[in-house]
């Protein structure tokens, strides 16, 4: 079935690069996804990747995609303590919803 | 242009009631989508409507069910509540994309959190 697993907590010192590690299931999703959510909030949308690339940058952001092992990850770098947050992995659904991992914690320490 | 909103943000029913949950999607959006998000199964999809129509449902009970109007607004309902049905209830927009080939960037609201006791 369709599945998104991912590790529950990181924790970086502030500065460092952080990287969030994600596995999914489903070879066929188009599109991947990482969302942010902070305390008290929903989720928001940090970037994505098309199937087809091997990586993407957004100014600190860096995503890389292993489509042959389904393997997603985010690196942040410089991190800073407002990134300390729960990062979210997710993947096209085939009922056309967002299938996502549980979540990494990332705690940045000053 | 205004965001998602949910109301209410908190809730506290006990066991046994009912609840309705209100999401109002970013204008223009037509698809509203719903999670549950609780610390043990995480972000689980409950249902989508499209158009005041479900388009598709995840694996919950039929306690669970929704229902958009007109002007694309949406609420859920949950009966016979349970304590395991304690949770954050997110609501998402979008324009209106679906399937796996689609880029589907979902729009969430802040949440209602939900007790049950």
């Known amino acids: 079935g369709e599945d998104v697993e991912q590790s529950l907590f990181l924790s970086v010192r502030e500065g460092d690069s952080s990287v969030i590690n994600c596995t999914y299931t489903?070879?066929?999703?188009?599109?991947l996804y990482w969302y942010k959510q902070e305390p008290g909030a929903g989720l928001q949308l940090l970037t994505y990747i098309f199937s087809n690339m091997d990586m993407k940058q957004d100014q600190r952001l860096t995503v890389l995609l292993n489509k042959k092992d389904k393997h997603l990850s985010l690196r942040i770098a410089d991190t800073q303590t407002g990134d300390s947050a729960i990062y979210f992995c997710?993947?096209?659904?085939?009922?056309?919803?967002?299938?996502f991992g549980k979540g990494t914690k990332l705690s940045v320490k000053p | 242009k205004a965001g998602v909103t949910q109301t209410p943000r908190y809730l506290i029913k006990t066991r046994g009631q009912q609840v309705t949950l209100s999401c109002s999607p970013i204008?223009?959006?037509?698809?509203v989508s719903w999670y549950q998000q609780t610390p043990g199964q995480g972000l689980q999809f409950l249902f989508e409507?499209?158009?005041?129509?479900?388009?598709n449902k995840g694996n919950f009970p039929g306690r669970f069910s929704g229902r958009q109007f007109s002007n694309s607004r949406s609420e859920m309902n949950v009966s016979t509540l349970e304590l395991g049905d304690s949770a954050l209830y997110l609501c998402?927009?979008?324009?209106?994309?679906?399937?796996?080939?689609?880029?589907?960037?979902?729009?969430f609201g802040p949440g209602t959190r939900l007790t049950v006791l």
């Open positions: 998402a927009s979008s324009p209106g994309t679906s399937g796996v080939l689609q880029y589907n960037e979902q729009f």
């Open positions: 204008s223009g959006h037509r698809s």
């Open positions: 409507y499209f158009s005041e129509t479900q388009r």
């Open positions: 489903d070879s066929s999703s188009t599109y």
């Open positions: 997710a993947e096209g659904g085939s009922q056309g919803n967002l299938i």
